[in-house]
Nanobody, 124 residues
Framework: QVQLVESGGGLVQAGGFLRLSCAAS????????MGWFRQAPGKEREFAAA????????IYADSVKGRFTISRHNAKNTVYLQMNSLKPEDTAVYYC?????????????????WGQGTQVTVSS
């Protein structure tokens, strides 16, 4: 069992930045791929970014590419999402997720554990 706890959300003006963190319990964090998803009100949860177990590969949704950066620190059991140049359409609850498969993926069904989410609100 893996527990994931997100932090770092908040209210920011358009053009600003936030850094989300996701702390994981358990000893196998370094073998999991990690992903960030987001869900805006009235919309389905969508993929934002993911990183391989080693940190060597990352993938991004087109909507965040060039603005968001996912990274991880395996010794700290933590994954991060640096969000720059934020837009009002980035407003959502952001979730981190862990995948036993170890390889970065955009597919929600590939992720085995989810955090409770952290709210990000971008004002115009």
């Amino acid at each position: 069992q893996v527990q994931l706890v997100e932090s770092g959300g908040g209210l920011v003006q358009a053009g600003g930045f936030l850094r989300l963190s996701c702390a994981a319990s358990g000893r196998s964090f370094s073998s999991y791929a990690m992903g960030w998803f987001r869900q805006a009100p009235g919309k389905e949860r969508e993929f934002a970014a993911a990183i391989r177990w080693s940190g060597s590969n990352t993938i991004y949704a087109d909507s965040v590419k060039g603005r968001f950066t996912i990274s991880r620190h395996n010794a700290k059991n933590t994954v991060y999402l640096q969000m720059n140049s934020l837009k009002p359409e980035d407003t959502a609850v952001y979730y981190c997720a862990a995948s036993i498969g170890g390889i970065e993926t955009t597919k929600r069904v590939a992720y085995d554990w989810w955090g409770q989410g952290t709210q990000v609100t971008v004002s115009s």
